[in-house]
């Protein structure tokens, strides 16, 4: 869309390994009755940059809260980095340290200030010095525009900056994957584009991303596939020039035409 | 306004006092404070008047005569001979220690409770909601009337522990009696006191003294050990395991002046029809603090359960994605937040629970309201200076507390935009 | 690059979960087995659980309700069961529960006084109606003006008139702040309207009343208020409380939320003053010191005394509800009404008021339930709420002995009416909050 017209994405680092970061074999997920996630079969590959639409109750944000196990998949296999997700829960904790996750509300620790949100995880998981973990701190704080707020309390930042605080206090773990579960959407037209800016920037240095957004222009420049769910199944997925100028089937033209068409 | 005409030099009508807005205020509040004065006034008028009908002037002369009326609970050194104002102190020193023992028990009770009732075992959650639910819908007063009676009804006499194959025995080996008059608890005795300090109003006995020096120099030496391990933690990252050092600076140096005191413990023993010895918790003691103690519970369980619930899902989530433990998550990302939720209730309820002591008057506790508002009042006949007396003692007691939830608010105020 | 190409043809369908996560076996898998700890904490449970249950059950059903007192529930307990165990003797229950509920005074059923009560409760719900239920007619308001004297003259009887006669100096005093709000700021004329009422209430009372008395003959039993007793008292002394505090909240509510200086300080030290004593205190005033604050040709006896100070105490409390009502109010109201022109008083009686009272119901609802489970209180001043009763009827001859049967009888109707109020106190706050969105 139109906000990052100006913006010139730099595709020379994004380049698709033949590793495999993350893979969903068959998994299913049921709420109680209802068949949430059904037969899900999805190969990630190390620096793919996936962004997954669909209508809301498609069941995307359950799919990859399921990649770090927020919730817990009933049938199928995820493997993510090598570790199978089980109950055996230091692999739960190893995964969980591999994979930064950016929610659609921010989930900033409001009684702790910006600097102490970042290092918080860092130091009591990873065991980093203090002194260390400051220093990568404003590092990353840096590289999303923000130092100068470091020693104040989420409360007193904009939607915006408080988005682009939890970009950085997951990037502070050192993730290999990135989850963003609709980053953009709790947040002011005019503070969106701070925000896929970061996003773009994260996916210039290579970084293996899995997105569930409706900026469909963010998909365009960055994504290298396009993967549309509905009633809790994967039913297209493409390159994003294939997927937005020539949709196959009936459900993405009728979902496509409902969120470009005007 | 023009620019050379100060407002004052307008002409000053009459009707300005009620149709200016700068007059019109003042008016208002000096009519209120008028019928104010003139309603406290005639309420003063009619006491004086009364009191003097009746020839008894206000006056507090009667907390210095003896009181002639025996205590069976004390803390403090009290006879028949004492005064009038040092029986107000022992019923006071009453009203605390219920007070305080009925405080700590509800917020150890209340925590357990609250945490179980988040707890996704569905039978313990259900049982801890009914607990609730059954104990707040019913008056405190009727909760201390079941406990006070069943008490003295199920447990037993003095008289059958007595003969060569008693109906009842001591529990605990041999240290602890139960009996409907009250519990006996083995007391600390020292074969080498070191004999107290008057401080004029009562004794301190030093033993005691040294042991809360013992602690609060363990204490002070936790900090300072807690302080090093962080210290260590930001610069390496490892947390050194402080746990046990600091379990042994509280505990090592307070049992090692035990054993040089020559600590040891009086049972309570049978004599006569009655036991002697050891700590003796009085019946209504046991009626009282029960029935406060499981009706505050409930409170402070609600209270824990808003507390904890009022963090949202998204906090615990976000923390989980960043690889934290769930104990870890708890300290650190929860309670921090909770607490301020938390310690407002608590510290209301603890207000609440010290204000419903004064219901020891139903079942017989000494405190402040069955002294000075009871026998007091009625042998003295002093009824406008008990009375007042002991509004003005609650009163400075809640207010204590305010200031400090005051102070704990202002503190922790959450910094927003 | 378009391996990634895929496109499903035929949707799946929706499919069972697997059998262990769901139904009685997924159920009690989640919620009570899910974790070795947590089969552990279910067993205990079910075990503390049932040891109670076996030993309060059979005392509770296997009690007995056909006795004359306590030694005669024991021989039975002694012939009926041969297990040389006391059950429940619930005969005390069925001998004196008419005193326990309608007290001494409408106790009696043969004297058959007792329809008063259970018409006055029931006038308190019709009263209650519109200002539950907002969608109810308007006119039905009226009826709550008519309880407010109706419900007395049921209690203590008398001739009606002496009722009405009030009333018709209440909607006079009305009439009168009316028309002298015309001439004058709203707070003289309400200053003028009390004089007027009081100076009324003194000099026009008996002339308007016998005048009625002419035209509605009708006259009740007159009951003293030191026989009111039971429930009737407790439910009473709760009612009164919280109907006479409200007008009186609302003015220290507004107080302490003005800006002017002497009222504010007035009002907060009169709360704070009154939430910082016990209850008990403030009822010992009502019956040992009000006298003296008072001429001596005033007599109030005991149970209008401590009306009077539980009066002032619920005050207290729900000024400050009131006042969190207010100050959730949006500041945007304020500023509407004032843009619009209308005085002070106009704009907290047509804007401010009916929002923030609306909005303290629930909070008013638990206030109830305090001050009704509060009215246990007045036993320790020696008036006959259910508690004394309970007392009276444990050293009576026949009883003497029993504890928890009647605890238990009096505590099941608390219970009932508290836990009642409590859930439609929460439906209320849930429905304003969801209202609100």
Redesign the interface.
């Known amino acids: 869309m139109s906000q990052n017209q100006e913006r010139k994405v730099d595709r020379s680092k994004m380049q698709v390994g033949d590793e495999v970061a993350i893979q969903l074999t068959n998994m299913n997920k049921w709420y109680g009755e209802f068949h949430v996630l059904r037969d899900i079969n999805l190969t990630v590959n190390k620096g793919e940059r996936i962004v997954i639409a669909g209508p809301s109750g498609s069941g995307k944000s359950t799919m990859i809260r399921c990649i770090n196990r927020l919730e817990e998949h009933q049938k199928g296999q995820i493997v993510v980095d090598g570790i199978e997700l089980t109950n055996d829960l230091k692999n739960i904790d190893k995964v969980r340290s591999e994979v930064g996750m950016c929610f659609q509300h921010f989930n900033l620790f409001p009684h702790l200030t910006i600097l102490e949100n970042c290092i918080l995880a860092p130091t009591w998981v990873r065991k980093t010095p203090r002194k260390e973990a400051i220093d990568t701190a404003m590092h990353f704080l840096e590289k999303v525009k923000i130092p100068d707020q470091a020693h104040k309390y989420p409360g007193q930042l904009s939607g915006g900056q408080q988005q682009r605080v939890a970009i950085a206090r997951s990037l502070c773990m050192k993730p290999r994957i990135m989850l963003f579960d609709e980053p953009t959407s709790a947040l002011d037209p005019e503070m969106i584009k701070e925000v896929l800016d970061t996003m773009i920037e994260l996916a210039e240095e290579g970084m293996t991303m899995i997105c569930v957004t409706h900026e469909m222009g963010f998909a365009r420049q960055v994504a290298n596939r396009v993967i549309f769910m509905a009633d809790g199944q994967i039913v297209e997925q493409n390159e994003p020039e294939e997927f937005f100028n020539n949709p196959k089937s009936e459900r993405t033209q009728q979902f496509l035409s409902q969120i470009l068409g005007h | 306004m023009s620019k050379n005409g100060a407002p004052w030099q307008e002409n000053f009508k009459f009707s300005m006092l ?2 200016d807005a700068r007059y ?2 003042l008016t ?6 008028i ?2 004065l003139l309603a406290f006034f005639w ?1 003063a008028n ?2 004086v008047q ?2 003097a ?1 009746l020839g008894k002037p206000i006056e507090f002369g009667f907390l210095g005569d003896v009181a002639g009326y025996d205590i069976n609970q004390i803390l403090i050194d009290y006879t028949a001979q004492s005064s009038h104002g040092r029986a107000t102190l022992v019923g006071l020193l009453n009203t605390l220690l219920v007070a305080f023992s009925g405080c700590v028990a509800a917020t150890i009770l209340g925590v357990i409770g609250g945490v179980l009732r988040l ?6 959650s259900r ?1 801890v909601a009914g607990y609730v ?2 104990f707040r ?6 909760w201390i ?2 406990c006070m ?2 008490f003295t ?1 199920l447990a037993p006499s003095p008289r059958e522990f007595r003969g060569a194959d008693p109906e009842a025995s001591m529990l605990f080996m041999d240290s602890v009696a139960l009996t409907n008059r009250g519990i006996y608890i083995p007391e600390p005795l020292f074969s080498r006191p070191l004999g107290n300090i008057d401080l004029g109003i009562f004794f301190v006995s030093i033993e005691l003294l040294l042991i809360l020096a013992c602690l609060i120099g363990g204490w002070l030496f936790v900090r300072k050990n807690n302080a090093r391990a962080l210290q260590i ?7 050194p395991a402080t746990f046990l050092v600091n379990l042994a600076a509280m505990a090592l140096p307070t049992i090692i002046i035990l054993i040089a005191l020559g600590f040891h413990i009086g049972k309570p023993e049978l004599k006569g029809f009655n036991f002697k010895g050891g700590i003796n918790m009085s019946a209504p003691f046991i009626g009282l603090w029960l029935g406060l103690t499981l009706y505050t519970t409930t409170y402070i369980i609600e209270a824990v359960r808003s507390g904890i619930q009022a963090v ?1 899902k ?2 615990t ?9 769930p104990g ?1 998550i708890m300290s ?2 929860v309670l ?2 909770a607490m ?1 939720i938390i310690i407002p209730q608590l510290i209301s309820q603890y207000l609440n629970l010290t ?2 002591s ?2 020891a ?2 079942i017989g506790y000494m405190d402040l ?1 069955s002294t000075l ?1 009871g026998i007091t ?1 009625n042998q003295t006949g002093r ?2 200076e008990a ?1 007042l007396l ?2 003005a003692i ?2 400075s007691i ?2 204590t507390i ?1 200031v400090v939830m005051n102070w704990y608010n202002n503190r922790m105020k ?4 | 690059m378009s391996n990634y190409e895929f496109v499903r043809t035929d949707m799946l369908p929706q499919q069972e979960p697997p059998s262990d996560t769901v139904g009685v076996i997924g159920w009690l898998r989640a919620n009570l087995f899910s974790s070795f700890y947590n089969t552990a904490l279910s067993i205990t449970v079910l075990f503390l659980l049932g040891s109670v249950l076996m030993n309060a059950v059979p005392w509770v059903f296997l009690g007995i309700w056909n006795a004359d007192s306590l030694s005669h529930c024991r021989e039975i307990f002694a012939s009926q069961y041969s297990d040389g165990r006391e059950y429940a003797c619930w005969a005390v229950v069925r001998d004196r529960w008419d005193q326990i509920i309608f007290g001494y005074s409408f106790g009696n059923l043969e004297e058959g006084l007792f329809w008063r009560p259970v018409f006055a409760l029931l006038f308190v719900f019709v009263a209650i109606t519109p200002i539950l239920f907002p969608s109810t007619p308007r006119t039905l308001y009226l009826a709550t003006f008519a309880t407010l004297f109706i419900y007395p003259w049921l209690i203590w009887g008398g001739s009606l008139s002496s009722y009405l006669s009030i009333a018709v100096l209440i909607v006079a005093a009305g009439y009168v702040y009316q028309i002298l709000s015309k001439y004058m700021i709203s707070l003289f004329s309400i200053g003028l309207m009390l004089v007027f009422l009081i100076l009324g209430l003194w000099l026009l009372n008996a002339p308007i009343s016998a005048l009625i008395h002419l035209i509605l003959p009708f006259e009740l039993q007159s009951i003293p208020s030191r026989e009111i007793s039971g429930f009737v008292l407790s439910i009473t002394i709760g009612i009164v409380a919280i109907v006479a505090s409200l007008p009186l909240a609302i003015l220290l509510a507004l107080g302490r939320q003005s800006d002017l200086f002497i009222v504010k300080k007035l009002s907060t030290l009169f709360i704070e003053l009154i939430r910082g004593v016990p209850l008990i205190t403030l009822i010992f005033v009502a019956t040992v010191l009000l006298k003296y604050f008072l001429p001596k040709s005033v007599n109030l006896d005991p149970v209008l005394s401590v009306m009077i100070l539980v009066t002032l105490f619920t005050a207290a409390y729900i000024a400050e509800v009131i006042r969190g009502g207010l100050a959730a109010l949006p500041s945007g109201q304020k500023e509407a009404a004032d843009s619009l022109g209308l005085n002070y008083w106009q704009a907290q009686r047509l804007i401010i008021l009916p929002q923030a009272l609306k909005i303290s119901i629930p909070g008013i609802v638990s206030n109830f339930i305090s001050v009704l489970k509060d009215t246990t209180l007045v036993s320790i001043v020696a008036l006959n709420d259910p508690l004394g009763i309970a007392t009276a009827v444990r050293s009576h001859t026949d009883w003497n002995g029993i504890v928890w049967e009647l605890y238990a009888f009096i505590a099941l109707i608390f219970w009932l009416m508290c836990f009642s109020m409590s859930r439609y106190s929460m439906y209320l706050e849930r429905k304003l909050r969801t209202d609100h969105h």
């Open positions: 009620l149709y019109r205020g208002i509040q000096i009519s209120v404070l019928a104010f309420l009619n006491v009364n009191l009908d707890s996704n075992n569905w039978l313990v049982l639910e059954i819908n019913i008056p405190v007063l009727l009337f079941v009676f069943t009804a933690q930001n610069d390496t990252g490892e947390r949202s998204g906090q989530e976000a923390a989980l994605a960043l690889g934290m433990r870890r650190l990302v921090p937040q301020r204000k419903n004064s219901l008057v139903a309201v508002g009042l009824e406008m009375i002991l509004m609650y009163l809640s207010l305010s959450l910094v927003e935009r």
